[in-house]
């Protein structure tokens, strides 16, 4: 267990609907990171955040936004889904901006039907 | 960041030593070697990094080659636990990509009984 929660496990829903991914940090983690893996991509990066603000963007699309909310946990949000959409998605934190190790979470498994 | 260059697969013995290698010609002086495992559909797991020297820790050796230009990750005593694809990762944390990991194909290493 890495202390890394994300809600829900797992996500089924229609094309153009729009769904929240939630993650909570290890305590006294301070950056949070934001990954797809889908099988034709690989594990991609999309977004991270340090202490509430955002500090690297990857390819993440415009349909997809995130946030960190003072009590650290972050939210990534996904709209307009399409069917191409569904994969894994992974929330990792670590203490500091530029860390040596990052801490995954058991992901969310999202279907767009 | 430097690329990597990993074999597709490779299987071991319970019981025996599994010696993952790692190309990374381009590896420049700022540059640490990363590895990371991902246990079927399961968040990535940090495993050990370094920069130049070799490293142990509890579950693996990290042998870095005097030019750097590639490295093994050695399990000593692999168990059926330790089927998961291997990732090598070249970075360097104090760079403009803060913590953003660049996830290639790794490597599928299968322990077999």
């Known amino acids: 267990d890495s202390g890394v929660t994300q809600t829900p496990k797992h996500l089924i829903t229609a094309t153009g609907q729009r769904v929240t991914l939630r993650c909570s940090p290890r305590?006294?983690?301070?950056?949070v990171y934001w990954y797809q893996q889908s099988l034709d991509q690989g594990l991609q990066f999309l977004i991270q955040?340090?202490?509430?603000?955002?500090?690297a963007k990857g390819n993440i699309l415009e349909r997809f936004s995130a946030q960190q909310f003072p009590d650290l946990h972050s939210e990534l949000n996904l709209s307009s889904l399409e069917l191409g959409d569904s994969a894994l998605y992974f929330c990792?934190?670590?203490?500091?901006?530029?860390?040596?190790?990052?801490?995954f979470g058991p992901g969310t498994r999202l279907t767009v039907t | 960041d430097a690329k990597t260059t990993q074999p597709p697969s490779m299987d071991c013995a319970e019981g025996r030593a599994a010696n993952l290698p790692c190309n990374h010609s381009?590896?420049?002086?700022?540059?640490?070697v990363y590895w990371y495992r991902q246990i079927h559909s399961q968040g990535p797991q940090y495993i050990i990094h370094?920069?130049?020297n070799n490293e142990t820790n509890e579950m693996a050796s990290l042998i870095i080659t005097e030019d750097r230009k590639s490295s093994t990750l050695i399990l000593p005593h692999a168990t059926l636990r330790d089927t998961a694809v291997y990732y090598c990762?070249?970075?360097?944390?104090?760079?403009?990509?803060?913590?953003?990991?660049?996830f290639g194909r790794g490597t599928q290493l299968t322990v077999w009984p």
């Open positions: 990792a934190s670590s203490v500091t901006v530029r860390p040596y190790e990052q801490y």
């Open positions: 305590s006294g983690d301070l950056s």
């Open positions: 381009t590896i420049s002086g700022n540059e640490y």
């Open positions: 990762i070249v970075r360097d944390p104090r760079g403009s990509t803060l913590g953003r990991l660049y």
């Open positions: 955040y340090y202490n509430g603000e955002e500090r």
């Open positions: 370094g920069l130049k």
